[in-house]
Nanobody, 122 residues
Framework: VQLQASGGGLVQAGGSLRLSCAAS????????MGWFRQAPGKEREFVAA????????YYADSVKGRFTISRDNAKNTVYLQMNSLKPDDTAAYYC????????????????WGQGTLVTVSS
């Protein structure tokens, strides 16, 4: 599976962005997907995850109520809608595939995209 993340950019605090992650491979619809982020000098942290069907989602407390993860299996794409952005959301955002189940730990994910940079100015 190959992943290509896009949609990052510079936005003012309170603004919105939508990230996309396009996946190759016919088995995309079989896997749970996750978004993670890594700020400079910090460890990679979990942001959101979605089940293979899209029926179950889970969010980090820091983004709950502001971010929404979704997927379109017909397009092999997972999205992260980010609203009410804060300077603390500034990071490189990565999408990832969980090929064996479901989880929030980065080590559990098997395939990773290259990351897309989100910068939120105050």
């Amino acid at each position: 599976v190959q992943l290509q993340a896009s949609g990052g950019g510079l936005v003012q605090a309170g603004g919105s962005l939508r990230l996309s992650c396009a996946a190759s491979g016919r088995t995309f619809g079989s896997y749970a997907m996750g978004w993670f982020r890594q700020a400079p000098g910090k460890e990679r942290e979990f942001v959101a995850a979605i089940s293979w069907s899209g029926g179950v989602t889970y969010y980090a407390d820091s983004v709950k109520g502001r971010f929404t993860i979704s997927r379109d299996n017909a397009k092999n794409t997972v999205y992260l809608q980010m609203n009410s952005l804060k300077p603390d959301d500034t990071a490189a955002y990565y999408c990832a595939v969980h090929a064996s189940g479901w989880g929030i730990l980065a080590d559990e994910y098997d395939y990773w995209g290259q990351g897309t940079l989100v910068t939120v100015s105050s």
